[in-house]
C-alpha cells in the first residue's frame, strides 16, 4: 500500500492518518473547511476536509485520527491529498496513534539499552549522581525518550533526541581512543544532558511545539537550570568545579559567542570544542540523512545549508 | 598636592599609592627590580622599584600600600613613575585603602540609599521576594556594593556596579512617563538583579580578577542562577512566569544573541527590548564620561567604540 | 459596526473605505478587474471589484472611497474582503478622508502643542533660530505633521512623523534628569530636526510613497541640506561648530557606519551615542505596539526584529 | 647623496630635512629631548634632538626645516636617524619647503591642465556652473591642487588629491568606449568633485591633519554640501534631478551602504556602480605602487589589504 | 508582431515558442497537463497546455519548438500566456532554434573577430601557447562562443560568455593607458581564460544547466584545470612562474577570500586587484542593462544587488 | 640540564641552539650585532650576538648550530637569552639537527607505519592507485613526512603533517562504526591527501617558510594540482566521478566558502561536512596541546581562538 513519502502524483492514497495541524477556514463560497497537515509513518501532506459541519469541526482536532480514501493531485507547486472519502478513526479500527508518526531507525528500546550501557560506564560521582537524579525522573525520562531534537531541523521525529544523544554518546567513546587526554566522564555527561533542557523547551512527542518558557530562556539555559536542581538534590554545589565545566559545555555547545551561533559563552575548554564538533557533525548528518532520496538528480536545497547539497552520490 | 591623573611629564610626585599589579623581574644587569602598577584616587600609573632584596619581594604585594617620592618620565610613550626613595605605609600612616582607589561620584551609602527606594517602590510579589532574599545576603550585598561593573570597560572603579545599577533604575523610572504601557516591576527588578552573578564573577573590589566560573559560565547565566536560589528560597517555581520573563530580560541584555554581543538568547518582550537599550546607554555614557579630560583636543581613542571620540566638546 | 482590524473570517463588512492601492488586472476567462487595497481608520484589506467597465476603471483610484457591502473571505492564507455591493461615495456622505487612515493615539493638534514646547524650551539661538525657520515654511510644516515616519517599519500611520519627533523629546527631557552633563539643545534640536529630510523622502501624507530623490540621497543627507538651507537664511554658516555638532548627531543617527546600519558617519560625541540609543528604541517600541494583539497566543513574527516577538504578555 | 628612502643601517645622511611631527619629552635621566619625525622628498624617518633648552624648545616647530649630519640606526625594529650635528635652516640655505615633502610623479601643474582639458569637455549646463563656481574658488583651487588624497592610505602626498582625481578622469574617458550608454557628464563631474570635500577635511598640505568637522561630517556629505553651495550661487536648485544624480555617485562612492564601506547611500544608478568600481581600483593600485620597492623578497605587509602584498612581480 | 518582452496583459500573443522547461502535472479535477516556460528572443513567460494526451507528453520536450496562438492574462501576480491554439514546429515551419534564444547585441561571429585580434596582441610565449591550446580545440572553441556567462545573474544568454570576456579585453586595453605598469600579457590572458572552467560546468547553450562536476569544484578550480592541461600539453611546467601568475589572478577573481565572495584565494598581485574590479564592473553593468525597460517608473528589484536600482534614469 | 622550555628567568642556560632566524643590525653605538631566534627541542628565545665582526656575520646563518652558555632575562614583556659565551658547532660536537626541533609525539616512523596499514585498506582502484602515484615519489614522500602542517598555528613541529593526517585517519575509521553510511574510501584518501599541496607551499622542514607559489595559489588548489597529475599518470580522468568527489572535500575542507574561512567551495556532500568537521577538530585540539603548560593558572590567550583558553583543567 501506498504512503505519503512515495506515493506519486494522480495515485491513489488509502489509510489512517494523523492530523498534525488543523485550522477552519472559510472558502470564497462562504463553506468552511478544515486546513489539514496530515502524517503517517513517513511523511506528512497537505490536504482540506469541504463542507464540513459543526460536529466536523468539533471532532476533528491535532492528534486525531482520520481513515482517508484520497488522490493525490499538484497544487501550487506541491502535492496535496483530495479527500473523496473520510471518516474519524474509532475504537474498533485500533490504530496506535505511534504507527501513524515518523521515528528512529532503531527503536526507543534498544536507544534506551544503549544509553543505559553508556551511563553505567561512567565513573565520576558527581556526574554520576545528576544523571541518576535526572533519568530517575519519571517525567524527564518519558519526555527525553519520546521527544524529537528538533520540529524541523535534525533528528524531528519520535524518540529523535534519544536517537541523538545515543550517536554522539558513541562518537565520543570512538574518538576517546584518538584523543585520549580528554576527561570521558565530562565528555559522557555533556553528551547525555547536553539537551536535557529540551523537556521543557518542546511540548508532545506527537505534534511537537516549543514552549512560551523554551522561546524565551533557550534549551542551553534550561538545561543548566535543571542540572544546578539535580546536583542541590544530590548535595552538590552547583559552583562544584566539575559541575561548572559540565555546564560550561552545555552553554558553549554551538561554538563561539560571538559568531551568533546561539552558545551562551564561547568554548574555553577542549573539551567543551571537542563537544561542539561531534554535536554540530551528528545534526549536520542527520539532517542530510533525513531527506536522502527526495530528488531524481540526487541534489536537494536544504535549509540548514542554505544550498543544494547532494545527498545521494557515489 | 599631584595626583596620578593631573601630573606632568617632569613634575615630583609624592604620597601613599596603592599596589594594584606587580610582578618580579631581571634585569639586563642580573638584578632583580619589581614591576609595579600603582594606583590612587585618581588613576594609576606604572612604576619599577630597582635593586629588590628578597624581603622587599615579599612585603610588596598586591594592595600592599607604598608611600613614594617620585618624578614622572616619559618611557616608550606613556608616562611612568620613577621613584627616588620609597617604603612601606605603616599603620601610624594611617592610611585607609579605599581613599587609593578611584569610586563612583555619588558616594556608595547615598546610592544604596536611592537603590533602597527603587526597591521600596516594587509591589509585585514574585520580584519583591526574589530581591529581598538576594540583598539581604550580607556576602552578596557586600560585594554587590562595592565591586566595579568591570575591570576596564565601564564603571571600572569602587561601586562602579552598585553606581550603574542606580543609574538604570532611574533611567527606568523616567522613561516609563513615557512609554506607560511597559511593566513598571519587571523593569525595576530586571535593573536591580541584570548583573547580581558579577557578584561570583568578579574577585576583590580593590584590585578586581574574573573568576574561573565567571569565565566558563558568563554573568548572565550566573545572574539567572542566584535568581533561581533566591525564587526557590522564597517559595516560587523557577518555571512561574514572571520569573522567567525576569531571566529572559536578564539572558537577552546585550541584545540579539545572533550578532554575538554576547546574549544567551535574543529579546522577545518590549521590556527586554527596553532594557537592552538603556544598559547599552548607560554603559556606554559612562566609559565616554570615565575617560573625559585626557587629550588636549578633545579627541581620544576609546577601546569600547574602536574609534576616537569626541569627549569635550561645545 | 465591524472595522477592518476586528471583523472575524465569515462576517459582513459593511461602511467607507480607502482605495491604497489599485490595479487592472485581466482575470483568466479574459474579463478586467480591479485589484483593490482597502483602509479604514484601523488596518488594511485586500480585495477584488469583478466585471468593470471603462467608467468604473477611470473613476476608482488612490484615494478614491467606496462604500462597500462585502464578506470577509478566506484567500491563500490571507483574509480578503468579498465585495457584494459597492459604490463610490459621493459629496452627501460626507465623509472626511482622514476618518479612514491609521493615526497616532494622540491627535495631531495635541502633538503639536507638545512640540510648540519643547521649541520654546530652547535657549541657543543658532538652534532657535533654525528651527523657526523650519517650522515657519508652511509647506514643511504641514508635510511634518501629516507625514508617517516610515511606509512600514514603525510609526507607519497619519503624523505618525510628529508623533515620533514628540515621543523623542519627552524622551530626551526624562533622561537628562539621569544624565545632566549631555547638551540639552543640542539633543532636543537633533530630536526636532533628525527626520525632517523625511518631509522630501515620504511623498502624500494618505498614500504614502517614496520619492526618486529620496531613493538617492537618503533622508539623513536630506535632513542637513534642510537645515542648511535654514541656518543660511537665519545669517549661520554651515560650518558653525554647533551647526556641525547637530549635523553630526543627525548623520549618525542609526549607530555605526562601519556596521552598515544606514548612518553617514559613526557617532563620536556623547550626544550622537544618546540620541542614536532614544531613537532606535521609540522605533523598536512603536512597531511591537503597532502590532499588538494581533494573534492568539501573543506571538507574532515582526520584519524587524526577523523573529516572532510576544507582544502581549504578563 | 642619499635620502631617507634609499640610506641603509649604519650609514651616515646629511642634507635638508622637515619636521613633519614634534613632541618635547623627559627622558629616565630628567633631560628633555624633542622626539621627530623628519621628512625629505623620498620618505620619512623619526628622530630624536637631546639636551635641547628652551629657544630650541620654541624654535623646531612643525614644519621648522633643519640642517642634519646623521647616522642611520636600528632602534626597536626600526630605523632612526641619530644626529650627530644639526641646526635650523635660514634664509640663506634658500630651501624650498616643496622640495622637502612626497609629491605625484607628474607635476601639479600638467595634472592640473590636463584637468582644464577634462572641465572643457563637459557639456551639460548645470555640471559646467557648479565645477567653475567652485574651481573659480581660489582658495578651493588652491587646496584642492595642493592637498593629499589621504594621510595615510592612498594618494598620500603633495597633489595627490588632484592627482587621484586625474587619474579617474583618465579611467572614465577610456571607459566610455566600452560602455558608451554611460552618461558621460555626470560621470566626469563625478569625478571631479567626488572628494571636493576634501578641501574642509584635511588641513595643510605639507603636514596634514583631518579637521573637527572633517571627523565630525566625513568628507562624502562635506563634497554635497560645497556642490549644493556651488548650486545655488549658480542659480540651481539643489533638487535639480542633475544635481542629485551627481550627489547620489558621491554619496555611494564606497559602495554598498550595508556592507559599512562608509557611504551614506548605496548606488542605485549604473553611473553609481560604475564610480564606486574605478575609484576603488585607482585607490588600490596606488596604495600598491606607493609601497613598491621596499622589501627584499617583494612581499610587503599592506594596511589596505590587511595582508602581504607582493608588488614587485614577472 | 508581439514578442514576449513587449507584449501586454490582455493582448493576443501569436508566434512560434521554444520549450525551455517543462513538467507534467495533475490538476485537481485530475486532468494531467504541462507546466511550460516558452521563450523567445526577448525574454520568457510561463504557460500551461491543458488535457494532454500521452503522445503530446512524449511529444513536448526541453527545446521543442511550439507554434502557439495565445492571449496573456494576469496570473497570481504575473503575465502568462494562456493557450488557444498550439502545434508542434515541423520542418516546413523551417524554424531556426537560435532565433528563439536570447543574444548578445553583438553577433557570436563579431566577438569571435575581436577576440582573435586581442590573441594576436599578446607577445608572451607562455600564454600565446596555452590560449593557442584551449582555443584550437574545437569542443572547447564550440562551448565557449555559445554558453552564456550564467544562468540568471549577469550575461544570461547565447554567447553571453564570449560578450563579456571580449568586453574585459576592451576595458583592460583601455585602462591599460592609465595605468602603463601593469603587465599587459598577463591581464589580456586572465581576461581570456578567466571563466575557461565555464565550458565544463554549464551544459548546453540553448537551455542551460550547472553540470554535478561545476557545482563540486567551482569554475575558478576547473578553468585552472583547463590551464594546467594546457601548459602540460604545450610543454611548459604548471608550477612556471607565469602560469602561476595567471591561475592567481583567476582564483583570486571574485575578491578577498575571507568576505566569501567566491575566490579560492585573495588577490596579492595589482593585476589580480585589477582584474577583480573591471571583472565585477562587467558583470553588473551587464546585469542592470539585461533588465532596463522593465518599470514604469525605471525603479526595479535587482537580485544581484538586493535593492531597487534605478535603471531608467537621467 | 635546561632547556627552553622550562629555563627560567634568571637561570643559566648551556647546551646547543639551532639559528632559526638572524638579521644584522646597527646599536645606537654603532656596534653591529645579530639578531637571533634560537631554537632546541622544547621551543624558541630570542638573543643577540653583539660586537660580530665580518667573518661571524657570514659564518652564522640560518641552520647554523651555535653553543651557546648564556643567562635568561626579561626584555620587553619576554623572555631573552642573554650570551655570556658562543661558539659555532663544529664536527666533533656531532650534533644532530633535528634533535634541535620540536617533534610529534610519535616518531615520525611510526606515524609512516600507521599510514601505510591505512593505505593497505583502501579497496578502491582509483583512490589507490592515486595514492600510490603520489607517496611512491620520493620527493613528495620526504617532505610530506618531514613537514609542519603549518608554520604557527596547528601541528608546527617536525613531521607535523604526517602526524596531523594520521590522527585524521584514525578519527575517520573511528567514526566510520558510527556512521557506516558514509564512503569509507573517499574518506580515507581526503585525511591522505587532503594537505598534499603543502609540500609545494611549505619549503624547509628545519626553518619552514611559505613558497610565493604557495601564497598565491593556497595549498587547496595545489593539493588539487597534484592529484590530478596522479590521476593523469595512473591513466584516469580529472573528470572521473570519484576523482572529482575527493577533489571536492578537499577544496571544501574548511568549511562554508561564503564564510570565508578559506574553502574554494562549500561542502556538498555528507562526507565533505565529515571531513571538514574532523580535520578543524584535531587542529584545534593539536593547538590547544601545543601550548599546554605555559601559565601558571592554567589560562592562556590562543591566537588560533582569539580569547582565553583554560588549557590545564579539572
Not at 221 to 242: D, K, L, P, R
Request: glycine share 6%.
Amino acid at each position: 500500500m501506498g504512503t505519503i513519502s512515495n506515493v506519486q502524483e494522480g495515485e491513489r492514497l488509502v489509510g489512517f492518518f494523523l492530523v498534525k495541524e488543523r485550522e477552519v477556514r472559510v472558502a470564497a463560497n462562504g463553506d468552511e473547511y478544515i486546513d489539514l497537515l496530515l502524517g503517517d509513518e513517513t511523511g506528512t501532506i497537505p490536504s482540506k476536509m469541504w463542507d464540513v459541519n459543526d460536529q466536523q469541526k468539533a471532532a476533528v482536532q491535532r492528534k486525531t485520527i482520520l481513515k482517508i480514501d484520497g488522490t493525490v493531485r499538484h497544487f501550487r507547486g506541491k502535492k496535496q491529498l483530495q479527500i473523496n472519502r473520510v471518516r474519524i478513526a474509532n475504537d474498533e479500527d485500533n490504530i496506535d496513534i505511534q504507527s501513524l508518526v515518523q521515528k528512529s531507525t532503531t527503536s526507543r528500546e534498544e536507544l534506551w539499552q544503549d544509553l543505559r550501557m553508556v551511563i553505567d560506564d561512567i565513573q565520576n560521582d558527581v556526574y554520576g549522581a545528576i544523571i541518576r537524579k535526572l533519568f530517575g525522573n519519571k517525567e524527564i525520562r518519558e519526555a527525553f525518550t519520546t521527544l524529537p531534537a528538533s520540529k524541523v531541523m535534525h533528528h524531528a521525529y519520535y524518540a529523535g533526541l534519544l536517537d541523538h544523544v545515543v550517536s554522539l554518546c558513541h562518537s565520543t567513546l570512538q574518538l576517546l581512543a584518538v584523543y585520549p587526554h580528554l576527561n570521558k566522564d565530562l565528555l559522557l555527561t555533556t553528551c547525555l544532558l547536553h539537551d536535557i533542557g529540551k523537556t521543557r523547551t518542546i511540548h508532545d512527542a506527537i505534534t511537537p511545539e516549543y514552549t512560551d518558557e523554551g522561546q524565551l530562556m533557550g534549551h542551553l539555559v534550561m538545561s543548566v537550570e535543571m542540572i544546578n536542581e539535580a546536583a542541590f538534590e544530590a548535595g552538590f554545589s552547583i559552583q562544584n568545579e566539575e559541575v561548572v565545566a559540565l555546564k560550561h559545555c552545555i552553554l558553549s555547545q554551538f561554538g563561539d559567542a560571538d559568531k551568533g551561533m546561539g552558545s551562551a559563552v564561547s568554548g574555553k575548554m577542549p573539551e567543551a570544542i571537542f563537544f561542539n564538533a561531534i554535536e554540530e557533525l551528528d545534526a549536520k548528518l542527520n539532517a542530510l540523512q533525513m531527506n536522502k532520496g527526495q530528488s531524481e538528480d540526487g541534489w536537494q536545497y536544504h535549509p540548514m545549508f542554505k544550498r543544494k547539497m547532494k545527498t545521494d552520490h557515489v
